[in-house]
């Protein structure tokens, strides 16, 4: 009598030390940390009893500091309303309401749609489309141009000693000083346009970058390098052969934290000379009180910034594979392959459908059907 295997054992250990999360459980707290905080702002916003400091007027009644449309505080409207029934005049009555400066989460949701469909207020004024294409370019340059330089000279510093002697000190000087300090410099030599938005860029990424990348070529393992010297590697070949190869799927992953900062440079840099961007965007928006769209456009950084990083770690796998060895599917990756997998089926019964053999028609016989003639 063959005995039946005990049932698998539930992982309820939610706390293990470096332990890889189930795909279910990585999955639903990935979605967990987006919405514990849409919940606090919806409670916020939502609950009258919990926050609401100001008072939305409907009705003015007979209180003269009172106009309908107008938010007042609490202590304010209720000190005049006990006034006012004191002198024996009707009360005023209104809702509360939260500051225009915090509105609420389906309000900049319409923002995210409004903010693109309506025209600037005023003409020659850009729409938000194209600031944000503007940011795009000026973030791309300062990233590009960074990299271009930071990238082999922090592979040179973590490589020899030599080099890493000659700039790092410098280096770490340098990368204590603010990049929005040389914001006036920059304007002064480059001009009031791109070109020194660009720079606060590269001066806040680069000198980071050379640092980072230099402390991971530096983590290369020893005996890597041994090994190649043993087999009488030259230095170049120990460089481009064992050094580099060794290390750049690191380098990969540094250069993706690495431009998130540059895109926390962006908005010191926009507002260096001339205005531009989707700096120009927020200021013009929180000028004219639209907070709804001050928060789409704060939000659409976050979501642009998120939305590179995963598309550059859906790259890294592509291009390192072993990378993806003994590791769970991320929250996005998870939720990307849940949105197209009703797609790859309708695409896959599509295919069957189309490929399977044609019902034989009444009005056309076979071929075997057919008698032979005479």
Known sequence: M??????????????????????????LLGAAS?????????????????????????????????????????????????QAVAEGLAPGSGTR?????????HEVARAFYTAFTTPPRLPGEPWLHQSLWHSIKV??????LSSLVGVPLGILCGSFRFFS???????EFFRY????????????????HDAPKVAIIFIGTFFQQVLVIANTVRKVDPGLIEAAQTLGASRRKLVTRVIIPSSIPEI????????????TYLIVAEIIGATSGLTWFINQQARYRNFDNVYAAICLIGFIGLG?????????????????????????????????KPLKKSIHTAGSTASAPAPPSKTSPAASDIPPSA
């Open 252 to 263: 990969f992953t540094d250069m993706r934290i690495l431009l998130g900062w540059a895109w």
């Open 139 to 144: 973030i791309a340059s300062g990233f590009l």
């Open 2 to 27: 063959a005995l039946s295997s005990p049932p698998p054992k539930r992982d309820s250990d939610f706390l293990g030390l470096k332990k890889e999360l189930p795909p279910r459980r990585n999955w």
């Open 308 to 340: 590179t990083d995963i598309l550059l770690a859906k790259l890294g796998t592509m291009i390192f594979p072993w990378r993806r060895r003994n590791r769970g599917p991320s929250f996005l990756g998870s939720l990307i392959s849940r949105l197209i």
């Open 34 to 82: 987006f919405l514990l905080p849409l919940v606090l702002w919806a409670i916020v916003s939502y609950v009258p009893w919990l926050w609401h400091p100001l008072v939305h007027v409907i009705d003015a009644g007979e209180v003269e500091m009172f106009s309908e449309g107008m938010d007042l505080p609490r202590a304010d409207f209720d000190r005049a309303n006990a």
């Open 165 to 171: 002697r000659l700039h790092e000190p410098f280096i």
């Open 97 to 105: 309401v939260n500051p225009v400066y915090l509105p609420a989460p």
């Open 177 to 192: 000083l603010p990049a929005p300090a040389f914001g006036a410099l920059c304007v002064a030599m480059l001009g009031i």
